[in-house]
Each structure stands twice: as structure tokens, then as C-alpha cells.
């Protein structure tokens, strides 16, 4: 179902933005200056990661009756 509604990009950033938090967190223990940086790019990641999540929600096509179908197995019949 990520493949069929183009997620993949979603689901990396999110992943980056959890990965990025692992990092701040790591950092803060041990007194780095630069921790706040690694913060800021977790939230970048996350938020463009909410964003991508809704990009199939927000481009879907209508079909003629004016429906809009995001069941991807009713997409594989098709």
C-alpha cells in the first residue's frame, strides 16, 4: 500500500526524523554545542514528512461520478 500511494518519501523522512532525535538526544548527554542544529533538522524531517503523508489525500482524482477511490486493491482490479 506505500508503493501503490507513492509513501516511500514519507516513510524516509520520518525515519530520518526519528533517527535525527536519536542523534540530538545523544548529543545533549554529552554537552555538544551543536545539538540544537540536529534538533531543528528532526523537526524539518517530520514536518516534511506530515506533509508528504498527506499528498496522496490532497492530489487524488476523481473518478466520473465525482468519487474519490484511495483503496489501492480496488486500483489493482482497475
Known amino acids: 500500500m506505500i508503493r501503490i500511494l ?4 514519507a516513510v524516509i523522512a520520518s525515519i530520518l526524523g526519528v533517527l535525527a532525535l536519536v542523534a540530538y538526544i545523544i548529543m545533549v548527554k554529552r554537552n ?3 545539538a540544537n542544529y540536529v534538533l531543528s533538522a528532526a523537526g524539518i524531517f517530520f514536518i516534511l514528512g506530515a506533509l508528504l503523508f498527506l499528498y496522496p489525500i490532497l492530489f487524488a482524482k476523481k473518478d466520473k461520478e465525482g468519487q474519490v477511490e484511495l483503496d489501492p486493491e480496488k486500483q489493482d482490479e482497475v
Open 6 to 9: 507513492k509513501l516511500q518519501k
Open 32 to 34: 555538544d554545542e551543536s
